[in-house]
């Protein structure tokens, strides 16, 4: 069955109507008859629909198409394309080849079938009754019954035709009551009679739009709220993120002065306990170097987070230059290897090509020193593998220890800010320093990437073109 939806019935009188509605029209003269059935057939035509009417006297076929003419100016090219077809009752009942009820009422529905097969949005149709016999009476009330109870399950709309001239009194109440309302066009007015079930239908399909309406305002309304409220959080959320780094780069700035001042009171004392000899020279000199360790390491996560700062707020500015990243990977590892000594991890280098590029040295030296580091904080002091190779027009390198590894969840957070490898406070550092590389690395239009397991180490990639950008 189709869902209760509407159609323009093109009749001032009636307005839109559901689809399978099955109703009638008195008239008195053909006058009356055309003022009902051209604006019935014009919205047909204007919504798709497939349109047939069948003619009778005392308004056959030729009336039909020349009253339709004046009103749809396209009518020759909606008869060529078979959107309506306007024949005399004889010639309908030839075409089918059926006079029997139910014979007649299949070849309506086999027609509204070829229509929605065609695209069309339903099939729109009309006889007029002129012609039936008073003998014929009964059989054709009982059919109009049939078609009543049938139509109303189809995308179909009909309207029947009878000429009240022809009607008898108790011929009328049998139209009235095998339709689902009357509507009379006389003397140029009109006057509709509906049965309660059009009534009821109406109502439904009033109370079904003004519920949906009503769940569709209050479904927007709930919407835009919840739009707004993320509007709000977002924005609480940015202005806090823009509080937090205008006081790290504050704090950064302000912990700047202090350490250096830390490391050049550091220096000279330890100059000092260098030349004494004796008791203090021995006593003093592990703890002045584990301060100097604790200090560098002070300098590395203030430097990272007035890099964050520069990154995030768009200050950071590159110094492309022609740089050897086997060169420089060399000259990093020669700066880490008490570290590495100290862990009892062995690095082997391995460099193939020439691996000359344009970028910036001393950014490209804070990654590879960051990617050295976590192999040596993460690879539980065994071998790491460093590889430098020339590909193509790209220079990669490659760090792989074999330490504990990172697993997936981690692996797919591993380059925001804050964020570590490893959940725990054991290994340190605030979660930066792969935020920074990657970083880095984009803005020297490369590519950073991580390849690990858990117990089995990890793998990171980096890709750099050779050549400088050509602008």
Known sequence: MHTLSMTPSGIPAIGDIPWGSHFCNFYATPEDLADSLVPFFKAGLENNEQCLWVTSEPFGAEDAKVALRNAVPDLAKYLEQGRIDILDYREWYLRTGRTDADGILQAWLEHKDQALARGRSGLRLTGNT???????????????????????????????SYCLHRCEPVGILDVVRNHQFAVARREGAWEVLESASLKMAKAELRQLNAELER???????????????????????????????????????????????????????????????GELGQRLGGRLQTMERQLQRLNVLNSSLLDVTSLDSGRLHLDFQKTDLAVLVREALERLEPDFARAGCEVRLEVEGETQGWWDALRLDQVVVNLLSNALKYGAGKPVHVHVQKQDAWVRLRVKDQGIGIAPEAQRRLFRKFERAVPTQHYGGLGLGLYISRTLVEAMRGTIEVDSQVGQGATFTVLLPCEPELH
Not at 133 to 158: C, L, P, S
């Open 130 to 160: 002129f012609w039936i016999e008073a003998k014929d009476w009964k059989d054709f009330a009982d059919y109009e019954e049939r078609v009543n109870q049938t139509f109303h399950q189809h995308q179909i709309v009909a309207l029947c």
């Open 215 to 277: 769940r569709v305002a209050e479904r927007t309304a709930a919407l835009e709220a919840a739009l707004q409220e993320r509007l709000r959080a977002e924005q609480e959320a940015l202005a806090a993120v823009r509080a937090r780094d205008e006081f790290l780069s504050m704090a950064s700035h302000e912990l700047k002065t202090p350490l250096t001042s830390l490391k050049l009171q550091l220096g000279l004392v330890k100059s000092t306990v260098g030349g004494t000899e």
